[in-house]
């Protein structure tokens, strides 16, 4: 007879786990309190615009492909990529900066703007390509479990290579002295996940998966990655239950007996009860300790989630123009002021940002079917911090005026009177649609003591058929480590469980 389990939620970390579950013979069901999979990465269409909610960067294209060649596929039996080149634009006060594809053509930048930095940057990747590699393959697919684990000969051997206990800000500023190309190379731990000085250099892997992996774009939009997995797991036979939201957890002789549900049925809200052998929650992790568990089974106090350094929330705006932008790239990043100051006003004072960096993918200049003809599609992303109060209209507004008036003013063209469609999404929604600790999009910051084994667990302390996956437990924030969290999850759930007969 199979074993059971049941998945709370569908973004990614809780499909690749019901997947990997699925596929070493046990019955998955997943419970979803949308009307869709995905999670923060669901979709939405309005006005003739078709909107990815999350995640727009396809890095890490190696880490996908992993993925479904454990199911005997591939990612081109689903969707096809597109490389995008230049990967992005950044605009600083002075104008843009493409960023090539080509690492050749890259490398020459570098070098035009700061002599022998060509050189240095061969050797910084260098050293982020044996990071990337032996992170990938020793270090990100590790449960956390305890120190134990880490005791890997080639781990042990790479523990200085791997630079754990230098920051990315010391490590680009060995290689470079110009301003531009210090954020180049600092931009993905700011945005994702902790200030460059308090990020161990070890990150600098995404700067390999930034520069020597690409920049990519599965077409039709990022949403086809969920229905990629979504279409796996149906076929291993996997069962999804949506509009089905998990409401409380029942304990038993430090077991959970009953998983009970609320949904709507002919416009009347029901409640539902689940039996079953493990609970995997792809939910927000503080979400399920405080709120659907009792709390003598909580592995983790109030004080502890209150101690931890989060990674940005953001504030989003998902809008349609009635005509096409001339010159606009598919990335832009506007560093059009002060780095330092904005990266400061996230994790240090902790307030909303004064002039703030921000982000824009408009999507439509690769997928034209994502706008209405003649249109284009905007995706706007501010990083704030995680937790700060005073988000009402008004305050999304001045921030929309401001980063579009700073939009026109380096495109050279208007954009406010060409709107037709404008949709905002920050902490409240992330609050009320996932449950989200205090708001935040990335979930925790990757400092040096919220690394691996100093993660929450992935599997409860105090509940023994609880497990976690996703943002909020290994490996950490992004799309492809969700993947491998889940993947991992699975994998500790089938040992423990055999080990139990």
């Known amino acids: 007879m199979k074993k059971e389990a049941i998945i709370i939620g569908s973004g990614f970390a809780g499909l690749s786990a019901a997947s990997f579950l699925a596929k070493a013979g046990w019955d998955v069901t997943v419970l979803e309190k949308h009307n869709q999979p995905g999670g923060r990465a669901r979709r939405f269409k309005a006005v003739g615009f078709t909107f990815d909610m999350g995640p727009s960067w396809y890095w890490m294209p190696d880490v996908f492909e992993r993925y479904f060649k454990q199911f005997g596929r591939s990612v081109s039996d689903f969707y096809e990529l597109v490389r995008l080149d230049p990967s992005y634009r950044i605009y600083w006060k002075d104008g843009p900066m493409d960023v090539p594809a080509d690492y050749l053509t890259f490398r020459n930048l570098f070098e035009s703007i700061e002599s022998g930095a060509g050189d240095k940057l061969d050797h910084f990747i260098g050293e982020a390509a044996y990071k990337y590699q032996l992170g990938i393959n020793k270090l990100i697919y590790k449960s956390g479990q305890s120190l134990i684990e880490f005791l890997d000969m080639d781990l042990i051997s790479g523990l200085f290579r791997l630079d754990v206990f230098n920051s990315i800000k010391t490590n680009v500023a060995r290689h470079f002295s110009n301003p531009k190309l210090k954020e180049i190379m600092e931009f993905p731990v700011l945005f994702l996940g902790a200030l460059p000085e308090d990020t161990p250099a070890l990150y600098s892997l995404m700067n390999y998966a930034d520069i020597k992996g690409g920049t990519w774009y599965p077409e039709k939009g990022m949403y086809q990655i969920v229905e990629a997995m979504y279409l796996l797991a149906v076929e291993l036979g996997v069962k999804f239950k949506f509009e089905e939201e998990v409401i409380a957890l029942d304990i038993e002789n430090k077991s959970i007996k009953t998983i009970t549900t609320s949904v709507k049925e002919d416009g009347i809200t029901i409640k539902k009860k689940y039996q079953t052998e493990v609970v995997v929650a792809g939910a927000d992790y503080h979400h399920v300790e405080m709120d659907l568990l009792p709390k003598a089974y909580r592995s983790y106090s109030e004080k502890y989630w209150e101690t931890r350094m989060m990674a940005p929330g953001c504030l989003i705006y998902y809008v349609g123009l009635n005509k096409k932008l001339s010159g606009i790239e598919h990335h832009t990043l506007f560093f059009d002021t002060s780095f330092k100051v904005h990266g400061e006003e996230i994790y240090k004072t902790k307030q909303w940002p004064t002039n703030p960096l921000f982000y824009v993918s408009v999507a ?88 691996a084994f100093l993660k929450p667990a992935c599997r409860s302390k105090k509940v023994k058929n609880l497990f976690y996956t996703g943002q909020l437990t290994v490996p950490g924030p992004g799309v492809p480590p969700s993947l491998i969290s889940g993947e991992i999850v699975a994998g500790e759930v089938i040992k423990a469980f055999r080990q139990n007969g």
């Open 364 to 451: 439509s200049v690769t997928d034209p079917e994502s706008a209405p003809e003649g249109g284009e599609n905007l995706f706007l992303l501010i990083p704030v911090a995680a937790g700060l109060k005073g988000d009402d209209e008004a305050l999304r507004d001045s921030y929309f005026d401001m980063i579009v008036a700073r939009m026109e003013k380096q495109l050279g063209q208007s954009i406010k009177d060409s709107i037709v469609y404008k949709k905002t999404f920050a902490h409240r929604e992330f609050i009320s649609e996932y449950h989200s600790f205090k708001g935040n999009a990335y979930g925790l910051a990757n400092t040096l003591l919220q690394t």
